[in-house]
Structure formats: structure tokens, C-alpha cells
């Protein structure tokens, strides 16, 4: 592999890695927020004692999220100086007012809420704790506004060689950017309802505090059948909008190779392993789905791979303008695949809970103790498809991911914080798999008995 291809590898590794803890600290912030409301109102104590309990996870959690984030944003100077120089005026404007306007507002409330146990009035604490989750989903809007402008680029003009910012509005009403916004969300929301169900099922099963783990499972159930099948409506409307954006990538999602009407959703396809064998050898397909997913109509037309080639050859110049097509189809499926389990498993759990049934159903606990790895599944081959399947563009018909790398960078440096990299993050996964496991598996702390303060209820410091 040269430099290129190894800092592709590098910052795939770390996007992957650092998406695993951002749904959930975005996902457990809302949820934590939401607990500790119940517990404002009702002062019953199952709900502060989950309130704590959540909130311990969903500090390990936004640790470990700061941590790889600062790794993956250094990479932009390290080895993609050419897209820094041709993108910075853009790109660091929404990337600027997400570590100013969102990331510092969460971290100082989330400050304000761990020490502010029994120092703050109880209703200014408990707006800590929603300012954190805003924040959290600001933090995520902005991002999502810098990758959404690399997909359908807006409100710019080529000046010197490089693209110079005309309209900050335009870049964050991007419509890709609030359609991946909306998408995100949900997602946060799904992966954080199945980790509270998982070890929910877990202590359950043990008998363990089965009052505070059967309500915060009844809370995350139906956030996930909900959540999930929300999803999948958003995730129809991206698909039309990826359509129009960018057509090659709809039509590698799906192996679509010559330009058709009528075109079918393929089911399982085979074909010869390389980035563009410009057909299948077998395919097994509904007919018209994947028109109307695309266009709300069962006849319309969707653009081949092959056909796509030449337009892009005659408007762009030589080359190969279609991603590697096994991963964009394959990572498209595992996407969908997951979130229809998902739906599947929401549901069910609805109807046990309405049923009453959800506290002695043995075999439905157990299976939710596997739940968590479908948002995994789905959010890494969300990313992957997204990325992926805009290749050879770092930014969609204007930057080539080959002219975006650092020239002066060699192999052998990108080489060695590769393997640096991958190791510490190999660290950090073992050391803080552990703690969260461990914390998890203890369960919410007992509650001490109340202190006299100001605000009225117990001082309740967190030991954190």
C-alpha cells in the first residue's frame, strides 16, 4: 500500500472507532435527561438512582468520544494537507462553531451536573443535564453540516483553486445535512434504548433491582420500536435524495449496472470481485422496489453504473468514477438488514410490556442481551456506505480523494501512527470495555440517606 491508500485505512479506523461511543453518549444524554425528569416529578427514588447509574455510563462514554475525536480531526493537517488548503475556508467554519458554540456548552454542564448534586437548586440542575443533551445533539448537527457539504456542496465559489465561502446559511440548511441530522439522531437514540435494554435483561434475569431496570426498560422499548421504524421512513427520503445528489452511489448500492425502469430491489447479487466488474453473473430481486425507493414510483427510472461512467468520463475527465461496488451493495444491506431487526425487536418488546408479560418472558431477556450489536452494525455500515460509496470524490464532483492526500507525507510515517494509532485505541477499547462492563454489571449504587443543603435533597456528589 502507498501513503494514500494506508491514510484512507487510518482515518477509516478512527471514524469507525470514535462512531462507536457518539451514539451513544448523544443517545444516553437524552436518555439520563429524561430519568432524571421522572425523578423531579414523582421523587421516587428508582429514578435517581437511574439517573446516576446512566449517567456513570454516559460519562465513560463521552470520555472516550473526546479522546478519538481530537485523533481524528489532527489527521486533516497530518495526511490531507491538499483537501485542509482547498476546503479549510468551508469546512472549519461549522467545525469552529461545534467546539465553541456545543462541544465547550457540554462539557461545562456536564461539569455543572456531576458536582452540582444537592449544591444546585434541583430544577437548575436538572437543566444541566438537558443542556447537555442539546448540546450533544448540537454538537452533531454541526459536524454532520462539514461531512454533509463533502457530499452535495453549497453555498461556495472557486477562488485561487480552492473554495471560499459564500453563504455560512446555505452550508447548515444544506437539505443533506438535516435529512443526515434527523437520520443520526434516531440512531443515537436506537444504539443508547438498546444498551439500556441489554443490561436492563441482564440484571433482570439475576433478579437484580428488577423495579429500576424494568422501568427504564419499558422507557427504552418503545423509544426503539419507534426510533427504529422512524428510521427507516427517514432513511427512504435520504435514498430519494441520494438519488438526485448522487446517482452512482444509489446505483452501487444496489448493483444496478445498466440504466433501467422498473428497476428491482436485488436481494442477493454475485459478481466478479473487483472495483467495477460492470455486471452480475447472478441476481435475485423484487421488481420496481428500488424505483420507488428512489422516486415514489414503482416505473421510474434509475441511472446505471456503467452509463453513469461515461457521463462522469465526459463532464470530469479519464478515470473510474464508481466506488467499489461490493461495498457499497453489502454495506447497504447490513445497514438495512439491522435496522429492520431492530423494528422487529422494538415491537416485540412493546407487545410483551402491553401484555404484561415482559418481566417473566426468560427467552425474549436473553435475546435482548445481543440487541446492542444491531445499532453497531447498522451505524458502522451506515458510515461505511456513506463514505464509501462517494469514492473517488473526497468532495463530490470537485476534490478526488487522490488529490486530497499530503504530498510530503511518506508511507513509512503513515505507516507508523497507523499501527501507533490502532494500538492505543486497542488499549483504550480494553480499559474502557472493562470499566463500562463493570459498571454495568454493578448496577445503580445504594442511596445514601439525605443531607440537610440548600436545595432541599440529598447531597448526592457523584463519585465519578
Avoid at 449517567?55 to 472516550?64: E, N, T
Avoid at 422512524?230 to 446517482?247: C, D, K, R, Y
Avoid at 455486471?279 to 422496489?289: A, K, Q, S, V, Y
Wanted: glycine share 8%; net charge neutral.
Amino acid at each position: 500500500m502507498d501513503s494514500l491508500e494506508l491514510a484512507r485505512w487510518q482515518f477509516g479506523i478512527t471514524t469507525v472507532y470514535h462512531f462507536l461511543f457518539v451514539p451513544v453518549t448523544i443517545g444516553l444524554a437524552a436518555f439520563t435527561a429524561y430519568f432524571q425528569t421522572r425523578w423531579h416529578r414523582s421523587g421516587e427514588e428508582k429514578w435517581l438512582r437511574a439517573t446516576k447509574f446512566w449517567g456513570k455510563l454516559l460519562l465513560i462514554s463521552f470520555a472516550l468520544g473526546v479522546v478519538t475525536g481530537i485523533v481524528q480531526e489532527f489527521q486533516f493537517g497530518m495526511n490531507w494537507s491538499n483537501y485542509s488548503r482547498f476546503v479549510g475556508d468551508i469546512f472549519g467554519a461549522p467545525l469552529a462553531m461545534e467546539a465553541l458554540a456545543a462541544f465547550f456548552v457540554e462539557s461545562t454542564f456536564l461539569g455543572l451536573w456531576i458536582f452540582g448534586w444537592g449544591r444546585l437548586p434541583r430544577k437548575l440542575h436538572l437543566a444541566t443535564i438537558w443542556l447537555v443533551a442539546g448540546s450533544t445533539a448540537l454538537s452533531a448537527y454541526f459536524i454532520l453540516a462539514a461531512n454533509s457539504w463533502m457530499q452535495h456542496p453549497v453555498g461556495y465559489e472557486i477562488k485561487g483553486g480552492k473554495a471560499e465561502l459564500t453563504s455560512i446559511w446555505a452550508v447548515l440548511t444544506n437539505n443533506t445535512a438535516i435529512y443526515a441530522f434527523v437520520h443520526t439522531i434516531l440512531g443515537c437514540l436506537i444504539t443508547a434504548a438498546t444498551l439500556i435494554i441489554a443490561i436492563s435483561a441482564w440484571h433482570m434475569l439475576r433478579k437484580n433491582e428488577v423495579e429500576i431496570f424494568s422501568s427504564c426498560m419499558r422507557v427504552a422499548i418503545p423509544v426503539l420500536a419507534v426510533a427504529a421504524l422512524s428510521t427507516a421512513i427517514v432513511g427512504h427520503f435520504n435514498g430519494s435524495l441520494m438519488t438526485e445528489q448522487q446517482p452512482m452511489k444509489m446505483a452501487a448500492a444496489d448493483a444496478v449496472f445498466e440504466t433501467q425502469s422498473n428497476a428491482g430491489l436485488s436481494l442477493f447479487a454475485i459478481g466478479d470481485f473487483e472495483q467495477n466488474p460492470e455486471g452480475l453473473n447472478r441476481n435475485i430481486e423484487i421488481p420496481g422496489l428500488l424505483s420507488f425507493i428512489a422516486e415514489l414510483d414503482f416505473d421510474a427510472e434509475v441511472k446505471g453504473i456503467n452509463d453513469l461512467n461515461e457521463e462522469y468520463r465526459a463532464k470530469y475527465g479519464p478515470g473510474e468514477y464508481a466506488p467499489i461496488v461490493a461495498v457499497a451493495y453489502w454495506s447497504w444491506r447490513a445497514m438495512i438488514g439491522a435496522g429492520f431487526a431492530m423494528i422487529a425487536a422494538g415491537f416485540a418488546g412493546w407487545w410483551l410490556i402491553r401484555k404484561r408479560k415482559l418481566e417473566v418472558s426468560r427467552r425474549f431477556l436473553k435475546l435482548m442481551l445481543f440487541v446492542p450489536a444491531l445499532p453497531v452494525i447498522a451505524n458502522t455500515a451506515g458510515w461505511i456506505f456513506t463514505e464509501m460509496g462517494r469514492q473517488p470524490w473526497v468532495v463530490f464532483g470537485m476534490l478526488k480523494t487522490s488529490d486530497a492526500a499530503s504530498p510530503s507525507v511518506s508511507t513509512a510515517e503513515v505507516a507508523i501512527t497507523l499501527v501507533g494509532f490502532t494500538l492505543l485505541y486497542g488499549v483504550l477499547a480494553v480499559i474502557a470495555g472493562r470499566i463500562f462492563l463493570e459498571k454495568a454489571r454493578k448496577g445503580p449504587d445504594p442511596e445514601r440517606a439525605p443531607q440537610p443543603n440548600d436545595g432541599g435533597e440529598p447531597d448526592l456528589a457523584l463519585a465519578y
